[in-house]
Structures are given as C-alpha cells and as structure tokens.
C-alpha cells in the first residue's frame, strides 16, 4: 500500500463498513485497478489481475450488512476490468465464496424497493458538465417510457445530483486516489472524490445522502524547500 491507500483511503473505507449494518449493497462497477495500459502499468499496485480481485473481495467482506443482505456487483468498463472474463464478475464470485449472498448483475440492474424502481449502470451520459449528463439521464427515462424513480451512476468518480421534483440521477464517488492519467490532464479530473452514498426508501419516500471528501488536496505540494506529502482533509 502507498501514502494515502494507507492514510486516506483505508480509515474511510473502514467508515463506511462500520456504519452498517446495511440492508442491500450496490457496487457500481469497475471494482478494480486493471492493468492501467495507457500508463504502461505504471503506479499498480500489483498486476496480477486475480490479486487484484482476491483484495477488491476482502475488503467487500468488511462492510457491515444484515444477514443474508444482497450485495448487488454491476459489470464496469473493459479499461479496468476487462470484458471477457470480465474481472467485476470474478470479484463477485471471490465474495461469494466468503459467504457473502452476491450477485452479478452484468452491466445494468433495477432495484425495487418500496414498490419505486431504481436503476444502477456504470457509465452516464455524455457531457463534461454533471448536471447535462445527469438531466440528459431523466430525459432519455422518460422519453423511452422506463419507470423510474432514480438512477445511479459511476464512472465520473465524484458525486453529482439532479432531480426534476419526480425522477432523480445521482453520481457516485470512487475510491481511487490521483493516478499518472488524472494527473496528466489538469483541472478536468481535479475533482476525484472519494467516498458512498446511502439510499433510503420509505412508501412514497426516498433519501439519497453522500459521504464524500474532496482529494485535490492529494496533489503534492512543495513549501520553500521543505517537501511534504499532504492529503486530503475531512471537509
Ligand atoms: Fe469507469
């Protein structure tokens, strides 16, 4: 593990196991590093593509569910995990195999609860600006008559919300630091977040709360001379 796995990272997933015991579990794809390609490999961990799995199971396993609680595993993109084997199904199975009750939900779900329908896929829809993807999402729910009340998506790795009063689209924080392909590209990917949200659904109710921190401070910083490694704050 590196600075901020160890530092960052760990003590606030271990928040977050400890916060349950949670009814139902969505995690919303790419559930692992890959073989970082663009980079050549670079800043991995490891690149053992099984390791990787085996980890991304055993920390699964800490979070804090009901017995028997369903933790739903969504397929993510092929830079990370590849499609065929696709390695977010081969966690799946590694945390079955922990005695968790797992399924694979291949790379869309909806979850009823509550008699209200949520849907939950990796990728969203085009636009730097979260708001248009996000609105674009309600849009397209609507114009193709899929019921709704919210949709859940990843891939952006920081929170974004919008509602239109009746439907919601909600973007998900990751749990990734500042790789060489973010830190390449400036501003745009400035706004990692790290953190999880929580649904809560009631009759005719819904509650969607994030727990997220910004990491921008992550970026290492040089006072006169003296070189530090900073890290995130809880803000
Ligand atoms: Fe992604």
């Not at 799995?53 to 595993?73: F, T, W």
Request: glycine share 8%.
């Amino acid at each position: 593990m590196n600075g901020f796995q160890r530092n960052v990272l760990l003590p606030k997933w271990k928040r977050m196991c400890s916060e349950g015991p949670y009814d139902f579990v969505v995690v919303n794809g790419d559930l692992v590093d890959g073989l970082n390609y663009k980079e050549r490999g670079m800043g991995m961990w490891t690149h053992s593509l099984d390791l990787q799995a085996e980890n991304a199971a055993h920390l699964l396993n800490c979070i804090s569910v009901q017995p028997e609680a369903p933790i739903y595993v969504i397929g993510g993109t092929v830079y990370h995990v590849e499609a065929n084997p696709g390695i977010d199904q081969v966690v799946a199975e590694k945390l079955a195999a922990l005695g968790k009750n797992v399924k694979y939900c291949g790379l869309e779900q909806i979850l009823e609860i509550e008699k209200q329908k949520f849907h939950f896929s990796h990728w969203v829809s085009d636009s730097i600006y979260d708001g248009t993807s996000l609105s674009k999402e309600i849009l397209m729910s609507k114009k193709h008559d899929i019921k709704v009340t919210g949709m859940f998506r990843g891939h952006r790795h920081h929170y974004g919300f919008y509602s239109d009063g009746f439907r919601f689209a909600a973007m998900l924080p990751a749990w990734k630091g500042r790789d060489a392909y973010v830190q390449k590209r400036g501003m745009r990917y400035a706004t990692t977040q790290i953190g999880w949200v929580t649904l809560t659904v009631g009759k005719e109710y819904w509650n969607v709360q994030p727990t997220v921190w910004n990491i921008d401070d992550a970026i290492p910083t040089v006072s006169l001379g003296k070189k530090k490694e900073t890290f995130a704050k809880e803000k």
